[in-house]
């Protein structure tokens, strides 16, 4: 059963909210963004509300910081708290009437702003620590087996935020090309992929643009359609293999047709005697 949309019961004990320590994330648009635990209460199986409380700031030099807090109910926003604009907002009628409140009692907004200090600007400087962390990304292209697809992999880097683009002999390639999403994959480090649907030509140039933080300029990964080094040196070992195998199999066969032939002229220079008339021990021949 759900409560109607005009009155939830969390938004009378909102006041005395509090969230839980901070940590720290970046925001699709680039903004460095603190980010508090959320909390919340269920009312059923089926409802439950939800307070998020974050701490953002503008460049390198966390200027400006703003305070907000928001209150969800069944994923549906019903109050917000911005200290930029220093009140409360409400989204449904029940939310407008009791945010009026809040925004007459001074108390309230003593509250708000002790809570900014605490969460905000207190640990700003841990927010500036991690801010200073670069990982620069690596970067590998691939074909992928029995496709006609390449793939252009970032592995490592941080912050999150990155842009790959694909370009055919300088031009930049707008179809047929598709991405994932930045995945952490532990330790604060990303992963993205981006795929290019692609059948070789010949004299055709494919290259994987990657811009990031880290980077003074974008980098330029072009596609080699030759074999890739490990599989080069399973062809440079078989043919080192096979060459050697040809060279004792010839030395053998020379050798053995050598060894025939001393023996056959050997034998051929021979003259048989009959036993009889071989001389006695000690004797001479006239």
Same mark, same amino acid.
């Given at each position: 059963?759900?409560?109607?949309?005009?009155?939830?019961?969390?938004?009378?004990?909102?006041? =005395?909210?509090?969230?839980?320590?901070?940590?720290?994330?970046?925001?699709?648009?680039?903004?460095?963004?603190?980010?508090?635990?959320? =909390?919340?209460?269920?009312? =059923?199986?089926?409802?439950?509300?939800? *307070?998020?409380?974050?701490? +953002?700031?503008?460049?390198?030099?966390?200027?400006?910081?703003? $305070?907000?807090?928001?209150?969800?109910?069944?994923?549906? &926003?019903?109050?917000?708290?911005?200290?930029? /604009?220093?009140?409360?907002?409400? *989204?449904?009628?029940? =939310?407008?009437?009791?945010?009026?409140?809040?925004? @007459?009692?001074?108390?309230?907004?003593?509250?708000? @702003?002790?809570?900014?200090?605490?969460?905000? !600007?207190?640990? %700003?400087? *841990?927010?500036?620590?991690?801010?200073?962390?670069?990982?620069?990304?690596?970067?590998?292209?691939?074909?992928?087996?029995?496709?006609?697809?390449?793939?252009?992999?970032?592995?490592? *880097?941080?912050?999150?935020?990155?842009?790959?683009?694909?370009? /055919?002999?300088?031009?930049?390639?707008?179809?047929?090309?598709?991405?994932?999403?930045?995945?952490?994959?532990?330790?604060?480090?990303?992963?993205?992929?981006?795929?290019?649907?692609?059948?070789? +030509?010949? #004299?055709?140039?494919? !290259?994987?643009?990657?811009?990031?933080?880290?980077?003074?300029?974008?980098? &330029?990964?072009?596609?080699?359609?030759?074999?890739?080094?490990?599989? /080069?040196?399973?062809?440079?070992?078989?043919?080192? #293999?096979?060459? %050697?195998?040809?060279?004792?199999?010839?030395?053998?066969?020379? $050798?053995?047709?050598?060894? @025939?032939?001393?023996?056959?002229?050997?034998?051929?220079?021979?003259?048989?005697?009959?036993?009889?008339? &071989?001389?006695?021990? #000690?004797?001479?021949? #006239?």
């Amino acid at each position: 059963r759900s409560p109607p949309q005009d009155r939830s019961p969390a938004t009378s004990h909102l006041s =005395s909210v509090l969230p839980s320590p901070l940590c720290k994330d970046y925001v699709d648009e680039g903004v460095p963004h603190l980010h508090a635990s959320h =909390s919340g209460g269920v009312f =059923s199986d089926e409802d439950y509300s939800q *307070f998020a409380a974050c701490c +953002t700031s503008k460049g390198p030099g966390f200027t400006d910081i703003e $305070y907000i807090i928001k209150n969800y109910f069944n994923d549906k &926003l019903l109050i917000e708290y911005n200290s930029t /604009r220093g009140n409360w907002t409400g *989204f449904t009628a029940y =939310s407008i009437e009791e945010v009026k409140n809040w925004n @007459s009692d001074p108390y309230n907004a003593l509250q708000r @702003s002790f809570e900014k200090k605490v969460l905000c !600007t207190d640990n %700003l400087h *841990f927010a500036q620590q991690l801010d200073n962390v670069r990982a620069v990304p690596t970067v590998k292209l691939k074909l992928v087996k029995h496709q006609p697809m390449l793939v252009c992999s970032a592995y490592n *880097f941080y912050p999150k935020q990155i842009r790959m683009t694909w370009l /055919r002999n300088g031009q930049e390639v707008t179809s047929a090309v598709s991405f994932s999403d930045a995945l952490p994959d532990g330790e604060w480090y990303y992963q993205i992929h981006s795929y290019l649907e692609h059948t070789p +030509t010949a #004299g055709e140039i494919i !290259t994987c643009v990657v811009e990031h933080l880290t980077l003074s300029e974008p980098a &330029l990964h072009v596609w080699d359609p030759s074999l890739p080094a490990p599989e /080069r040196v399973k062809i440079v070992v078989g043919l080192c #293999g096979l060459i %050697l195998g040809f060279i004792i199999v010839s030395s053998g066969f020379i $050798y053995y047709k050598k060894m @025939s032939a001393a023996y056959c002229t050997f034998y051929q220079g021979r003259v048989s005697i009959p036993v009889e008339h &071989l001389p006695e021990a #000690g004797a001479t021949s #006239g």
